[in-house]
């Protein structure tokens, strides 16, 4: 009988993950959608907001939240340790959803300026406590794809992001922002009714995690753990050629294809979009399948997918015809979408449960200011016409990163669960 009660529960358990995943996917959607809604909308708003007429002003807007995003997110990560992700998560969504319903009303810049800045801080309490519990909640055989489902829904957030406009031309901006903050604050109520906090054990070890240490020792763990050091490079670099192509794809294809960036834009973000949504699937799948087998398994599909888009990288270097480019951005996708699948799960390989968060947290604050720096850079490298060029250097630097990556990191289990502090 009670093998039958504990058969049940674990039943139940293998769907309520999934659950977990589903319900998180939606979050990642808005967290996406309504950041990335602002950028497409600037010809509406500067009607009614003549400040942002001025690029520089529009670009001060836009940095803003990157730059408290970015500072923002290794102390989310610390919290997300810390805390009930159920309730953070719930709470970041419900901040960020009211201020997005909030920049409906603003009327000056100032305002915009603060509630950008206010959208940083909330959203940032999102990715880490959100890919720390899918993480908990899904084993070995599951966790890459797990990862890569939830990676679909930023995709598709950014994806649908650059719809604002359509949205605003038919109703006003103002609305835009009403309409999808009364939707985020809704889902906050949805999320506290059905999500919850993991409470279970570890899925090969028969202990509860432990609270974490003191923020100071967490710290002084993952920053003497050479492994961590590794992932921390390796996930910043690529992340340099991910933001490039996310910034300045549109303008590459406007550029050396002679057409309007209303056909350019639609179609390099549908084209990594959809090839990255791909990528994901096929490297979460694979990736949960190897590492059953070689315990590396995870280090070299997360390389197989780097190394396409350095490959991709190059190709964009060289490209001058619609083929060519959108070639060129498919592989890019697949191949960082195989990366983004296995960034989390390789880390749990070498991270306790106890800092994963926090872990995490650090990785996506080197990635956001490599990408604050790589956005700068490449947009004096376009007034120069040098973009292209500067891809190929991009693609040398992923592959050096490769190769560390590749002779360092060498996972000894395929779950990290060590408790001791």
């Known amino acids: 009988m009670k093998q039958i009660e504990l058969s049940a529960k674990s039943s139940q358990n293998d769907y309520y993950k999934w659950v ?22 600037k010809p ?3 009607i009614d907001i003549v400040e942002l007429q001025s690029a520089t002003n529009f670009g001060r807007l836009m940095a803003i939240f990157l730059w408290v995003y970015g500072f923002m997110s290794p102390i989310s990560g610390i919290i997300a340790d810390r805390l009930n992700r159920k309730w953070l998560i719930a709470g970041s969504l419900f901040v960020w959803s009211m201020v997005t319903l909030l920049m409906g009303y603003a009327t000056t810049f100032h305002q915009m300026y603060w509630l950008r800045a206010i959208m940083g801080v909330s959203e940032a309490l999102y990715i880490p406590a959100a890919l720390a519990l899918i993480a908990d909640y899904h084993s070995s055989k599951t966790r890459s794809l797990a990862v ?25 901006w103002q609305a835009t922002f009403h309409s999808f903050g009364l939707i985020g604050m809704c889902y906050s109520i949805v ?3 059905f999500l919850k906090e993991y409470r279970g054990t570890n899925h090969t070890q028969t202990t509860t995690v432990a609270k974490p240490a003191s923020v100071f020792t967490s710290l002084k763990i993952l920053f003497t753990n050479p492994a961590f050091l590794v992932l921390l490079f390796y996930f910043a670099i690529p992340s340099l050629p991910g933001w490039a192509i996310k910034n300045w794809l549109p303008t590459m294809f406007s550029d050396h294809l002679k057409i309007d960036m209303s056909i350019a834009g639609p179609i390099a973000t549908i084209t ?22 070689n315990l590396k398994g995870r280090v070299y599909i997360s390389a197989m997918g780097v190394f ?7 190709l964009l270097s060289r490209g001058n015809t619609m083929f060519y480019l959108t070639g060129a951005a498919f592989c890019f996708g697949f191949g960082f979408g195989m990366f983004d699948a296995n960034n989390m799960p390789i880390l749990c390989q070498f991270v306790s449960p106890k ?13 956001v200011f490599f990408g604050a720096f790589i956005t700068d850079f490449l947009g004096r490298s376009v007034d120069k016409g040098n973009l292209q060029r500067d891809f190929a250097v991009l693609a040398v630097l992923v592959l050096i990163v490769l190769i560390v990556q590749l002779k360092v990191l060498k996972p000894k289990t395929v779950d990290y669960l060590d408790e001791a502090p």
């Open 272 to 293: 990594i979009a959809g090839s990255s949504l791909l990528g994901v699937i096929t490297g979460g799948l694979l990736s949960d399948k190897w590492v059953q087998t």
């Open 148 to 172: 890569g489902i939830h990676m679909i829904g930023l995709y598709a957030g950014q994806a649908l992001g650059g719809f604002g406009d359509t949205v605003a031309q038919h109703f006003s």
């Open 20 to 41: 977990v995943v589903a319900l998180l996917w939606v979050v990642a959607l808005l967290n996406y959608l309504d950041r990335q809604m602002l950028s497409t909308m």
């Open 308 to 314: 396409l888009a350095a490959i991709a990288l190059f």
């Open 355 to 367: 800092y994963r968060a926090t872990a995490y947290g650090l990785m996506n604050m080197t990635g």
């Open 44 to 46: 509406a708003m500067e």
């Open 191 to 193: 999320l506290i009714i």
